[in-house]
């Protein structure tokens, strides 16, 4: 056994033996080895896994002897690939330009993106939905200018060609390698019926690996793929392999399942099919393989086809339909096999078997850059697309499985080359609509439409999982793809039989989702198929369509649209027979898809506007127009009916439907093509016979009676108004609608985008959105994409997104330009394209609001009318809609039924009839002669009016009309009164009342000037025209036409009062009626005076109400005929006083009042809604208003009192007025939030810059929170931990920062508020139990209560009186008032409160912030919390003042300041620990002590010396510790002590900061001056003394050697000490100020920046006057209570005694620099992909793992996985660690795969918005648009703001708890 001696030597050896023996000319023996060795080690037998071992057996032997990392790079030095061909899965990001692309599809990877240059084109980044490959360097489907600098050039030139022996063992060893998997996959299969599916996901798992290492194979390159290629398309090694040799048992039955699982797959091996396959070896076989499927099926339809028609009306109900291909598809017996010559094709079969797992997938896509691999692949995946469709419909997981076969296909089939190849040679088309038409037939249902019994048109049934789900979706995007190749398409179009399959599987889609209306009780179950019927007919339907259509756009494709015309008249014919379609639609049905309909519609309209065909040769005969036109009529109809609530019972869903068929994605695949084709039909029909229908469709033909009362067999009366209107503007529309007739491309686009400007601001990816494409669905682009940003200037102006001072984020939005407005803006285009009725009202508001603003006042504008293009040739016909008498009639009655105040007439009524008579004005038909002379009345006996021209009828005058009327009726009353003799005679038609009855003559005397009353019905008319029309066609009549005794179907159910005959005395015309209205609109008795005609110009009338419109109408009849012209004359000449319309009888009159009273209701109900809204509004921007200081919705705390009267509070909760008691303490709303902005500040006023390459850095140390601490712990290691505690303050970072609203209520009131809170069960954004509310008032985010102190508010009178004590008094007193005890208040309830106060206080912060003592809990830390708190409010405050007090007043900050408050409650707190009189620093500021040194253990540390003390801290203890309230004086007193301490630390920081020689200078002038008067208060004279007593200190000064100085290399002049001096006094001053304003409400005036100092010195009465600080000297504010030399000896000796400590930390500590700047975040880069690209790849810092969703902290720049279970710590994910760490638990986070802004607050957290903008001015969020994305910085700064104040919670109003989950 050669194999086993070999399996014995190391691989390396072993390969390298057998390359050797390979390479021989006689390599017999080199085979044998190789194959007994290959048989051992790759066995399929040995066990069920494949072995590992195996594995690394082949990386061996493909290496033949080196490494086999080796290999791989070798190998890659021969890639002569020159495309990229990067496979990737679902979620990767990409990019697609468009500009480049030639297929819609293309796509590029992000490395190729970024190497090429596509500035100023149209591109966008997107996530992967299936997965993709890179097509850089395909020219078929991108342009070259595209491709990136690697693959532009051709690389196969100069790549060196592959030595022969390279590759020659992966030649040999490969084909077993795959022949194995291809075992393994076999053996492995079980059909899912008798195991479970999971077996099959443990096979591949097994095989990963193997899988896995063909994938590494194929990215070695061009040189590694040419060889696979050769081994999976070599079909020989695969005959060889595949069966097995006869004596390998193993395999032969390996090769049985695979012929069994062929079998279960509905496919037959040829071998078994013996003789009949004798042809299956020819080319044919691959042709129809889709068609095996239909194999069984498609035999026994064959006898059928020829008689198809027929063929659907034979099976019974339940059972399926039979496929019918027609008789020219190829020889079935062909068709069920499926045969496997080479590998590629069975692992494509086992990778379909195995529902396509991923890495197979990427295997064979990363294959493709091959061509000859993706030519046989191609063919293949053809060969087996049917079989891929059905286990597509089997599949359980058919979501996953529908991706990754689009992953292929996509590929496969956008290059044209290769789907012209296919088609042509494997039938792809057939193959693709038969399957389209198996997949269907699975799921069809006899139909319901029309004749509910004998129907035999078949539906899908939208309810089955094939349609909900949409599985068919990967099929038909294949379809649609192939469909835009014009090679492909054309072909399509030029196959006759292909065309007639694709008819019928319309006819599938035709008439499904059939709604039938419930009239008695609701529907129980609201069925939502609709979506999936709407998805289906658009993309199964509409969007081949478009395909199509957008080959048919030249002359020479004339044939095509000809062909397919015929096609779609024929089907629909067929289908017309189906449904048992006769002439009336079946009542109560309605289905919105009619996709043969709109087939039709469209390829009309594109043969007429693009190839000049002539339409008349298109269109059928009249009788088949009048069929057409039934069904989109009746939708249109019962759209009105929907909206009329008479479908209500049906529930939502038909609401919905009603939506989706006018929503801007279906539109012009649905309601554009349909009112196309009804504008078609009216223009080639009957016009009167096309009116009479409409009114009769939309069930107002009762309506139209001029007697005041009718019955109304089919609407109740609240629906009869918008019926009517619903005809009338349906008619408006259909006659001025021009879409498809005659407008160009452009001015479409025009039209709508004015549309749906009109109705709303739009942002541009909304505007984008609602223009309906022109949707070839490939193009991905919108019509002309270039003319829509020119189209969009041209009409609308962009209006950058602003911020309100609320903080609601707008986003960039384009709003129509003014000229638009006035010229453009047309309301019947907004009616078409309103999804919901409301923007209708929405778009008139703007025009309204527009009007006012130019200032054309018209109290209520009508919607203006609007000039249409003029009108194709071709449709010239549809003018005569509005040149007919029926029209005519109506017109004229509803004039006068609106003036005589008929029920259910209404202004839009009204407005809809002028403007159908102004468009009949507006389009004159052509042959008449207008001016004829007015005909003589003899002539008109047959009807209503002379003649059909409408100019000519406007002044006909009628007389006398005849009604039937129910004998109730007033005018029946009337003419009982009259009492007049005659006979009237009987009626003779039977039809609905309508204009009056019978046409016969009248019979009786009456006086002479009665020539006839005129009488008319609609339905008679239309019955008749039907009838002529009929006949004409030369149709049996009687079988034809049903007669139908249409009286029994009007009639309502009960017994009406029986209708009587009655003649009414009209005598008006027209426009004696247009008069009339017009006097009864403006109220006026002679509204038109006779000279009125004379000055009109009918262009002023553009714009105004309903009399405007009027006199337009008239003007306009005057203008065009010259007897209208007399007419009018005459008629206001009369100047007749209107007959004042008599309210007709008691009934009618209950009726109208109950309209009016209804109207007015309404009416009433919108006036208070409108009044309540704008208080609510004027409410809430008083209350909100975070930023604005005018407003003051705060009360400034009893500033206004009378002097010694007690502060009164108002409760917002019970609204009762007093002051707060001990009893019944008021309380101050409040927000405690810890905060960490201080300590984020740093020196430089630059913000830091957010790290985005791998060499950038942020270094947290030179924060202020860092510094601050490591003073702290400095101090700690060398002094007593007590007095550190008193040296510093705390609270930087996780301080106490207290704002309130500045509303009050009682304590006990606030709790029972908090109980109802708790029992409300409703979901608040905050949670109760952690005591967090709303203020009752103005709803602000609070979460504690903050007692007010009894009595006066800030302290009044006495406090106040300046004195005129010496210093040395004060400074005794204020001695004595420390010493005295904290008195522990009495029990009370305001005490109780306070403690529960400082309770919140301390839960809000973490203990961490809380602990720095050596010994955590003692009160010396407790101490140092509480006076942080206070020192953290007003640093904050100040920080909010814009870091100085030179703003001055009230800021907006200190209106949600309640310092005063918080003081006293810190206060009474801190009384509770008194300070131990032996260390009070007090004495040491103010006298000299004597040495306490003997007191000392060893072991104790030295107090803190007072120069490195922090003067605000010992401000705010002191002021803090001594009883409140406080003097004046007293705080005076302390503040000017402190001040010479702080003068003094800043002389000795100043002193260090010299140079040694400066030094010496300055102590000498020092020294001169000191014996000056005054020289306490000269600077010279106590610098050079600070200097000389720190020289004392054996190192302060020697340390800092020379070079550290050199920077200050400027020489000190005394201007710039003086500077220095006041830079570094000023923090203390501007808190003192602060606080000062706090308890005493000292105002703070503003000054000048170089005036802060003296102004403050000034206010704090250290000075008398206020100068500019350049003259102002800093050290003449000092005020010395001791002798200032022997103090500042005292206070340099305490830091000289430090002997001890080592001299450099002394040092850093004199030196404070208290200069902080104003806290910023992060610099972020201008464009959002330089964060993107180097972020959304980048792994985490803790976990390794490149996270789902980074996220970056805004304030430190933290990169953080959000949601990751990678770093969750303890159940808390990273981000709220990071937040509780960084910002005391409120964290700033940008998401970057988002792009948005998330912020969370506590237990909290809100999506804050995004500070990237596109270019207009729009978020991405979640960048689903991918456009390029830009920093806003105006909303960056709108944020930082909210950040630095605190405002979080009170302006983002969407707030939610994240569970730490975040």
């Known amino acids: 056994m050669m194999a086993a001696s070999l399996l014995r030597r190391d691989k390396r050896s072993t390969a390298a033996h057998l390359k050797a023996d390979l390479q021989r000319a006689d390599n017999s023996s080199g085979l044998r080895q190789l194959r007994e060795l290959l048989d051992t080690v790759l066995d399929p037998e040995r066990g069920s896994d494949p072995d590992p071992e195996g594995l690394d057996w082949c990386k061996w032997l493909l290496a033949g002897g080196d490494a086999f990392d080796e290999f791989c790079r070798t190998v890659r030095s021969y890639d002569n690939a020159t495309l990229c061909g990067l496979v990737w899965t679902a979620n990767f990001v990409a990019y697609r330009c468009r500009t480049c692309g030639i297929s819609p599809c293309m796509s590029l990877c992000a490395e190729c993106f970024n190497n090429s240059d596509h500035t100023g084109h149209d591109f966008n980044m997107f996530r992967s939905q299936a997965g993709g490959a890179c097509d850089c360097g395909d020219g078929n489907v991108m342009k070259e200018s595209g491709f990136c600098s690697r693959h532009r050039l051709k690389t196969g030139e100069n790549v060196p060609s592959v030595p022969w022996d390279l590759l020659l063992m992966s030649e040999m060893v490969l084909p077993r390698f795959i022949i194995t998997i291809i075992q393994y996959l076999r053996d492995g299969y079980t059909e899912p019926e008798s195991a479970a599916d999971r077996d099959l996901q443990k096979v591949l798992q097994q095989l990963e690996p193997h899988i896995s290492f063909l994938e590494e194979l194929t990215k070695m390159g061009g040189a590694m793929r040419t060889v696979l290629t050769k081994i999976l398309t070599n079909q020989q090694t695969f005959k060889d392999l595949s069966m097995g040799q006869e004596e390998n048992v193993f395999a032969k039955r390996n090769y049985e399942k695979y012929l069994s699982a062929l079998k279960s797959s509905g496919l037959v091996s040829v071998e078994e099919k013996g003789a009949g396959g004798a042809g299956a070896g020819t080319a044919t076989d691959t042709s129809a393989g889709a068609l095996s499927l239909l194999g069984a099926t498609a035999a026994a339809s ?13 099976q019974g109900v339940g059972q399926r339909k039979r496929v019918k291909l027609s008789s020219s598809t190829k020889d079935p017996s062909i068709m069920d096999t499926l045969k496997h010559k080479c590998f590629l094709e069975e692992l494509l079969f086992w990778t379909i078997k195995y529902e396509f797992p991923q890495k197979m997938v990427t295997f064979l896509l990363n294959m493709l850059p091959d061509q000859d691999y993706k030519i046989t692949f191609t063919k293949t995946f053809v060969q087996h697309y049917a079989f891929i469709m059905k286990t597509l419909m089997k599949s359980h997981e058919s979501d996953t499985m529908s991706n ?23 039938h792809l088309l057939d193959i693709m609509v038969t399957v389209l038409l198996y997949m269907m037939e699975s799921c069809l249902i006899k139909s319901e439409l029309q004749d509910e019994e004998n129907n035999r048109h078949v539906v899908v049934n939208c309810g089955e999982a094939l349609l909900k789900n949409n599985t068919y979706w990967p099929l038909v995007s294949d379809f649609i ?11 399509f179009l030029e196959d006759r039989s292909l065309l007639l399959l694709w008819m019928s599987f319309v006819s599938y889609f035709q008439g499904m989702n059939l709604n039938k209306r419930e009239l008695n009780e609701h529907v129980e179950f609201e069925s939502q198929t609709y979506y999936a019927a709407f998805a289906a007919e658009l993309e199964a339907c509409a969007q081949p369509m478009w395909g199509l259509l957008t080959h048919c756009k030249v002359k020479e494709t004339q044939d095509y649209t000809k062909t397919v015309v015929r096609y779609c008249l024929e089907t629909l014919q067929m289908w017309f027979d189906a449904i048992g379609f006769l002439d009336e639609p079946a009542l109560n049905q309605l289905t919105f898809h009619l996709p043969l309909h709109r087939y039709y519609a469209m390829f009309l309209s594109k043969g007429v506007k693009c190839q000049g065909l002539d339409l008349d040769s298109l269109l059928p005969d009249q009788e088949m127009l009048m069929k057409i036109m039934v069904h989109p009529l009746q939708i249109q109809a019962s759209l009105s009916e929907i909206h009329s609530n ?3 019972r049906n529930g939502l869903q038909i609401k919905g439907q009603a939506m989706t068929y006018v929503q801007s994605h279906f539109c012009n695949s649905m309601i554009d093509p349909d009112i196309y084709l009804l504008q078609v039909c009216a223009s080639r029909l009957d016009p009167d016979y096309f009116i009479s229908s409409v009114f009769e469709r939309f069930k107002v033909v009762d309506l139209l009676t001029m007697a005041s009362q009718h019955q109304n067999a089919v609407l109740d009366s609240e629906q009869e108004r918008p019926m009517l209107e619903g005809a009338l503007t349906f008619l408006v529309i259909l006659s001025s609608l021009r879409i498809h007739l005659g407008m160009s491309d452009d001015e479409i686009l025009r039209a709508e985008m004015v549309s749906q400007l009109c109705m709303n601001d739009r942002t541009h990816s909304s505007l984008l959105d609602l223009i309906p494409e022109n949707p070839n669905p490939k193009s991905g682009v919108v019509p002309g994409s270039c003319s829509f940003e020119e189209m969009l200037s041209a009409v609308a102006d962009f209006k950058a997104p602003v911020f309100e001072p609320g903080g609601s984020m707008q986003q960039g939005m384009y709003t129509p330009k003014a000229e638009v407005w006035e010229k453009e803006f047309d309301p019947i285009m907004v009616i078409l394209r309103t999804v919901y009725r409301r923007d209708v009202q929405s778009a008139m508001d703007r025009y309204t609001a527009f009007l006012k603003q130019s200032g054309v006042n018209t109290g209520n504008p009508w919607p203006p009318y609007k000039e249409r293009t003029p009108l194709h040739p071709c449709y010239r016909g549809l003018v005569r809609l509005l040149h007919c008498k029926t029209l005519h009639i109506v017109i004229f009655t509803l004039l006068y039924k609106i003036w005589m105040d008929h029920q259910n007439m209404s202004e839009h009524v009204l407005c809809m009839v002028l403007y159908l008579i102004e468009l009949g004005l507006d389009n004159q038909v ?11 009345e003899e002539h008109c006996h047959d009807s209503w009016f002379p003649g059909t021209s409408l100019l000519s009828n406007l002044h006909h005058v009628i007389n006398f009309v005849r009604v039937r009327v129910p004998e109730t009726a007033p005018e029946v009353e009337r003419k009982r009164e009259r009492e007049r003799e005659r006979e009237t005679p009987p009626s003779t038609s039977s039809e609905s009342a309508t204009f009056g009855q019978s046409s016969r003559r009248l019979t009786g005397n009456w006086r002479e000037n009665l020539r006839e009353a005129q009488v008319f019905s609609l339905v008679a008319e239309r019955r008749r025209k039907f009838q002529e029309i009929i006949n004409r066609s030369n149709h049996e009549a009687s079988q034809a036409v049903r007669p139908k005794s249409s009286s029994s179907r009007w009639l309502p159910p009960g017994s009406p009062p029986q209708l009587v005959t009655e003649i009414l005395e009209i005598r008006e015309s027209m426009l004696s009626l247009l008069v009339k209205l017009h006097q009864k609109l403006s109220a006026k008795q002679n509204s038109l005076s006779l000279s009125w005609l004379a000055e009109v110009d009918p262009a002023h009338h553009a714009h105004g109400d309903g009399l405007t419109a009027i006199e337009r109408i008239l003007a306009k009849a005057a203008a065009r005929s010259r007897h209208s012209k007399r007419c009018l004359q005459e008629i206001c000449g009369k100047v007749c006083p209107p007959v004042p ?103 430089s006023d630059t913000p830091k810059r957010l790290p985005t390459t791998d060499e950038e850095r942020i270094y947290p140390e030179d924060t202020c929170g860092a510094t601050h601490d490591v003073r702290l712990s400095l101090m700690q290691r060398y002094f007593k931990d007590s007095s550190c505690l008193q040296s510093v303050s705390v609270g930087w970072d996780g301080g106490v920062y207290v704002q309130t609203c500045g509303h009050t209520l009682h304590i006990d009131c606030h709790k029972s508020y908090m109980e109802s809170l708790r029992n409300d069960q409703v979901l608040q954004g905050f949670s109760v139990d952690k005591g967090e509310f709303t203020c009752p008032l103005c709803r602000q985010f609070a979460n504690s209560v903050l007692p007010c102190r009894p009595g006066r508010g800030i302290e009044t009178g006495a406090w106040h009186t300046p004195s005129n004590k010496s210093l040395s008094t004060l400074v005794k007193e204020v001695e004595d008032l420390q010493e005295q005890l904290g008195i522990f208040p009495a029990e009370s309830n305001l005490s109780k409160e306070m403690e529960s106060v400082i309770k919140d206080i301390k839960n809000t912060t973490q203990k961490k912030y809380m602990d720095y003592g050596k010994n955590p809990g003692s009160p010396d830390n407790d101490f140092l919390f509480m006076y942080s708190v206070a020192r953290t409010n007003l640093e904050l405050e100040l920080v909010h003042r814009g870091g100085d007090l030179c703003s001055g007043g009230a800021s907006a900050a200190a209106k949600r300041s309640c310092l005063n408050q918080l003081f006293h409650v810190l206060a009474m707190h801190m009384r509770l620990y008194s300070i131990d009189s032996a260390y009070n620093p007090w004495t040491r500021l103010t006298q000299t002590t004597h040495s306490r040194e003997p007191e000392f253990c060893d072991d104790e540390r030295p107090e803190v010396p007072m120069l490195f003390r922090d003067v605000p801290s010992l401000l705010i203890i002191f002021i803090l510790t001594m009883p409140q309230p406080l003097r004046k004086e007293h705080f005076t007193c302390v503040v000017k002590v402190l001040y010479s301490l702080q003068f003094t630390q800043a002389l000795a920081a100043l002193s260090i900061r010299f140079s040694r020689e400066e030094r010496l200078a300055w102590s000498n002038t020092g020294a001169a001056k000191k014996n000056m008067p005054n020289s306490d208060k000269s600077w010279e004279s106590l ?41 570094l006094c000023l923090p203390f001053l501007r808190l003192s100020c602060l606080l000062q304003h706090h308890l005493y409400g000292d105002s703070l005036p503003g000054c000048l920046v170089d005036e802060e100092f003296s102004l403050l010195t000034a206010c704090l009465s250290l000075t008398s006057s206020v100068q500019s600080s350049g003259s102002m000297s800093s050290a003449a504010c000092l005020d010395w209570n001791f002798n200032a030399f022997d103090l500042i000896n005292q206070w340099c000796s305490e830091v000289v005694a430090l002997s001890s400590t080592p001299s450099q930390q002394s040092v850093s500590l004199l030196v404070q620099d208290p200069q902080w700047a104003a806290p910023r975040l992060l610099h972020l880069p201008d464009n959002y992909n330089t964060i993107f690209q180097f972020y959304h790849r980048k792994s985490c810092t803790s976990c390794g793992k490149t996270p789902k969703d980074p996220a970056l902290c805004l304030v430190c720049g933290a990169f953080v996985c959000l949601k990751g279970h990678c770093c969750k710590q303890q159940g808390v994910c990273e981000c709220v660690l990071h937040s509780q760490h960084c910002g005391a638990a409120t964290g700033i986070f940008l998401l970057v795969n988002a792009s948005v ?3 969370i607050r506590g237990h909290r957290f809100c999506l804050w918005g995004s500070v990237y903008l596109d270019a207009h001015g729009e978020e991405d969020r979640d960048l689903r648009r991918g456009k390029p994305l830009y920093l806003c910085e105006e909303r960056y700064r709108v944020l930082e703001q909210q950040w630095v104040s605190h405002t979080f919670d009170h302006i983002n109003k969407r707030w939610g708890p994240h569970y730490n989950g975040l």
């Not at 192939?482 to 492909?488: A, F, G, N, R």
């Not at 002669?929 to 005909?935: N, S, T």
Request: glycine letters at 4%; charged letters at 30%.
């Open 302 to 314: 064959l006898e059928d086809s020829s008689k198809e028609e027929d063929q659907d009306g034979l």
């Open 404 to 426: 990754r076969i689009v992953h292929i296909s996509v590929q496969l089939f956008s290059n044209e080359e290769l789907a012209r190849h296919v088609t042509e040679e494997c």
């Open 481 to 491: 793809n192939i469909l835009s190749h014009q090679s492909v398409a054309k072909r």
């Open 646 to 648: 008479m479908w209500v």
């Open 926 to 936: 052509q042959d008449d002669k207008v001016e004829e002379e007015p005909c003589i």
């Open 1141 to 1243: 319309p008599k309210k007709n009888s008691p009934g009618d009159k209950k009726s109208m009042d109950k309209e009016e009273r209804r109207q007015r209701a309404r009416e009433r109900q919108q006036k208070l809604l409108a009044e309540f809204a704008s208080r609510q509004k004027s409410f809430m921007e008083t209350a909100m208003d975070v930023e604005s200081p005018e407003t003051d919705a705060v009360m400034d705390v009893g500033s206004a009192e009378p002097l010694d009267s007690e502060v009164l509070y108002d409760c917002v909760i019970c609204g009762q007025s007093g002051p707060s008691t001990e009893d019944r303490p008021t309380g101050l709303v409040v927000l405690l939030q810890a905060s960490s902005v201080l300590g984020h500040r740093c020196r």
């Open 1583 to 1623: 610098l050079g003394h600070v200097i000389s007593e720190l020289t004392k200190a054996k190192d302060v000064y020697d340390t800092n050697s020379e070079e550290a100085f050199v920077l200050s290399s400027s020489v000190w002049s005394p201007q710039s000490i003086e500077f220095t001096l006041q830079q």
């Open 1797 to 1799: 802004i998330i912020i």
